[in-house]
């Protein structure tokens, strides 16, 4: 296996959010490289109870070995985070999720995550998954990948890029990440070709696709409310405008609970709000992180507080 290097984004943002308590219990949905997880982990005293999440078998290999000297107690499961709320049963001071894929998972050429290098089509987390990218591309129809395309990977070619894929496999199944860029590219007008990587959103598109990523990511959030106490911190960081949107969309629901009509003067139902939103706009890189990890241009951190 090679070396899982992974630089933790908003890192101090994000221990700084979870306004830590060495005794308290904090959970890590996506423990990835333990770069997260490890800070909070040193925290921690004796009493602390550090819980850690990740369905990438790598990454969890990983983690746990990284996190076994620190001192607090620790749980590790090897699960999607959307399923956290069926593994832990005490409720937690705060949870940390950092959505997205790993630098492990980019530049580790066998998974077929990037589109900067030509390996088989995967792009599985969870490497026991039977839905790969290969399966995707060779099979979803016409309709289904434009939709897939269109709406995952906001890309105005959607159509054409479906359209093509289809006709290439008819003479032959797409193996490769390579043949798959091959193929965005002969979709897009020249002009298209000189901005950012062609094949950048469609990869985005089918990657979350294989890994349902925006399904577990609703179902995660209100796993992740359910287990905060009162007083609990619950950080995301998301790296696309698709996820930060139900983050966002997903925090004011708990905050305007109210169900009165709108012509109604005042409020008769009486709904209090369940949390307070700590971030009114999402925390970005500084500068300095910028230039040290460019992978961190597009995160965004935002905090909410359970009442």
Known sequence: MMEFKHISVLLEECIDGLCLKPDGVYADATMGGAGHSLEICKRLNENGIFIGVDRDQDAFSVATKRLENTKCQKQFIRSD???????????????LADLGVSSYQLDNKDRGFSYRE??????????TSPISAKTVVNTYSQRDLAYIISTYGEEKYAKSIASNIV???????????????????SSMPAKS??????????FQAIRIEVNTELD?????????????????RMCIITFHSLEDRIVKE???????VCT????????????KPLAKI??????????EELEQNPRSKSAKLRILEKL
């Open 81 to 95: 985070f959307s399923q956290i709320a069926d593994h832990v049963t005490i409720p937690v001071d705060g949870i």
């Open 118 to 127: 030509d390996a088989a089509l995967d792009m599985r987390m969870d490497q």
């Open 167 to 185: 006709k290439y496999r008819e003479q032959k199944e797409i193996e490769t990440t390579g043949e798959l860029i091959d193929i965005i590219r």
């Open 193 to 202: 070709l000189r901005e950012k990587h062609p094949a950048k959103r469609t």
């Open 216 to 232: 577990s990511l609703k179902k995660g959030l209100e796993s992740f409310f359910s287990l905060l106490k009162p007083g609990g």
């Open 250 to 256: 997903y925090f004011k629901s708990l905050v305007n």
């Open 260 to 271: 009165c009509p709108p012509e109604f003067p005042v409020c008769v139902c009486n709904k």
């Open 278 to 287: 700590i971030t009114k706009k999402p925390i970005l890189p500084s500068p």
